[in-house]
């Protein structure tokens, strides 16, 4: 499978732990972005990685969560001190760094975090 | 799994029979509207995507029209498929720049076999 791979798929945490996910990208694209899901709401953006720089923080992003993708690779994503309301799905996406019809953002199939 | 579905408008159509989404976008910039297909349990899967340059296009079995006046866009699936049941979300962004996407407010389809 090519696609863009998200781990773990599940987490369960207790509240004031910190998690940490993984998204590896699409081979060779460019654009890593991090998005959050709530039960019955779309999306929302938290944060972009051109390459191996991280090009924009959504003010969703407190100074709780930081994000990397050191080798314009694979890209974490680590929650400190987790609060219940860290509680949703993570996805992460990617997609080739040009314009037009490749603009499309691919998308994993998600981290689903609970913190009890 | 849980169902990404819960408190969302919901479509319920017969297999066989066209359905017709809506959604509303806001950002009168944004000139690239992509729609989503999500089930349960999984990210988003693209489905179509129509630049603010056109107000139609069409791929297998969907088309999408768009509607920069009011702000408007639908998602219309031909001969509607068991398959075809899950949420469906529009988004919008911009062609140049960081091309982070905006997500409209999800509509379930369910369709009865």
């Known amino acids: 499978d090519t696609g863009v791979s998200q781990d773990p798929r599940h987490k369960i945490t207790k509240r004031g732990q910190n998690v940490t996910f993984r998204c590896d990208p699409i081979s060779e694209h460019n654009r890593l972005y991090w998005y959050r899901q709530t039960l019955g709401q779309g999306p929302e953006f938290l944060t972009y990685?051109?390459?191996?720089?991280?090009?924009?923080k959504s003010r969703l992003l407190s100074d709780r969560f930081s994000a990397e993708r050191p080798k314009g690779s694979f890209s974490t994503l680590e929650i400190q001190r987790t609060e219940q309301g860290d509680s949703a799905m993570y996805l992460c996406?990617?997609?080739?760094?040009?314009?037009?019809?490749?603009?499309?953002?691919?998308f994993g199939p998600g981290t689903r975090l609970t913190v009890l | 799994g849980e169902s990404v579905g819960l408190h969302l408008p919901t479509l319920s159509v017969q297999e066989g029979d066209n359905s017709i989404i809506n959604c509303a976008y806001s950002n009168s910039a944004s000139d690239y509207f992509i729609w989503y297909k999500q089930e349960s349990g999984k990210g988003p899967q693209f489905i179509i995507d129509?630049?603010?340059?056109?107000d139609k296009r069409q791929g297998q079995r969907v088309t999408v029209l768009l509607n920069k006046t009011v702000k408007h866009l639908s998602l219309q699936i031909a001969a509607t498929q068991p398959g075809d049941s899950a949420v469906y979300f529009c988004a919008e962004t911009r062609l140049y720049g960081n091309n982070r996407l905006a997500f409209g407010k999800g509509n379930q389809v369910v369709v009865i076999p």
């Open positions: 990685f051109q390459n191996e720089a991280q090009l924009e």
């Open positions: 129509i630049r603010s340059n056109m």
């Open positions: 996406a990617s997609s080739p760094a040009s314009s037009g019809r490749d603009n499309e953002q691919f």
